[in-house]
């Protein structure tokens, strides 16, 4: 059975920076569009990066929120996606979740087929 398993998470001072890490098993996912949501305590799930598959040009999506500070890459050969986050702010405090679709992987659903069980990321002031 496939599953994704996020790494990486932690306490972090506000300017910092973590790298999140999800590693995929169960099957190949360099055809899939893989992305990261969060969801910080009383809010919804929101996307904040996402990455195409290969064959799609492996094209990169960020919410306003997070772009010139997050960065998301992945390595087919390794069946993993990452998230580099630099300048973290007290915002950035959620449980990240990595996801994985045959489709491309954008905002405003959570229809997705593959979910990681998620990463607190805690940034303190």
């Known amino acids: 059975q496939a599953q994704l398993a996020e790494s990486g998470g932690g306490l972090v001072q506000a300017g910092g920076s973590l790298r999140l890490s999800c590693a995929a098993s169960?099957?190949?996912?360099?055809?899939?569009?893989m992305g990261w949501f969060r969801q910080a305590p009383g809010k919804e799930r929101e996307i904040v990066a996402s990455i195409h598959s290969s064959s799609s040009g492996s094209i990169k999506y960020y919410s306003a929120l997070v772009r010139g500070r997050f960065t998301i890459s992945r390595d087919n050969a390794k069946n993993t996606v990452y998230l580099q986050m630099n300048s973290l702010k007290s915002e950035d405090t959620a449980v990240y979740y990595c996801?994985?679709?045959?489709?491309?992987?954008?905002?405003?659903?959570?229809?997705?087929?593959?979910w990681g069980q998620g990463t607190q990321v805690t940034v303190s002031s």
């Open positions: 996801v994985a679709d045959v489709k491309d992987i954008v905002g405003g659903t959570l229809d997705y087929e593959y």
């Open positions: 169960g099957r190949t996912f360099s055809m899939y569009s």
